[in-house]
């Protein structure tokens, strides 16, 4: 059984897929590089929909484990706090999911981050990378107005982001009995 938090990521990563079919039915390379932004676009929200994923999944998990508590009191400061937390959390990288998970629910979903090559560690890695990459796209072309910069995500890197962010929630949701 997949969460709700699953199911709110699939349908972020749904206007993901319509930035990446518009960039690929442009018609000639001149169009395409004039466009680069679809690009940079389809990146920032995958990444948002990760941070959407991780929002959503941690309230809804401790969500869970409140609902057996009688302490109304308790329940109310635990979800304030959680509230707080997830308003801070921006761009949830590694660190920041591990220590939230931690402090909430008692676990570290980092450490499920596994599936086919991919090590808890190397997950963790390549996560932190993706989410770098998202902050240049933003920054960077923001910044310096450098027409280089626009480039900075190349076509098959934004495969391979889509493919890893989707595997990466498909995993850290399969953890839900473990909570």
Not at 31 to 40: D, P, T
Not at 56 to 73: G, H, I, M, P, R
Not at 78 to 94: C, G, V
Request: glycine content about 4%; overall charge negative.
């Amino acid at each position: 059984m997949t969460s709700r938090a699953y199911a709110i990521f699939e349908t972020g990563m749904q206007d993901v897929v319509k930035l990446i079919q518009l960039f690929d039915n442009l018609e000639s390379n001149e169009h395409r590089q004039q466009y680069e932004v679809l690009k940079r676009a389809a990146l920032v929200m995958t990444a948002g929909a990760w941070e959407t994923y991780i929002e959503a999944f941690a309230v809804e998990q401790v969500d869970a484990k409140l609902t057996n508590s009688e302490d109304e009191f308790t329940k109310a400061y635990i979800r304030r706090r959680l509230d707080h937390e997830i308003n801070r959390l921006h761009n949830p990288t590694s660190d920041k999911v591990k220590k939230l998970f931690v402090e909430f629910l008692g676990v570290d979903i980092t450490e499920s981050w596994r599936w086919n090559n991919y090590t808890p560690k190397d997950a963790r890695e390549r996560l932190d990378k993706w989410l770098k990459m998202r902050g240049d796209a933003v920054h960077q072309v923001c910044q310096s107005f450098d027409p280089k910069n626009a480039h900075l995500i190349k076509r098959d890197d934004l495969d391979k982001a889509v493919r890893f962010f989707g595997d990466l929630v498909r995993v850290t949701d399969g953890e839900t009995s473990k909570l």
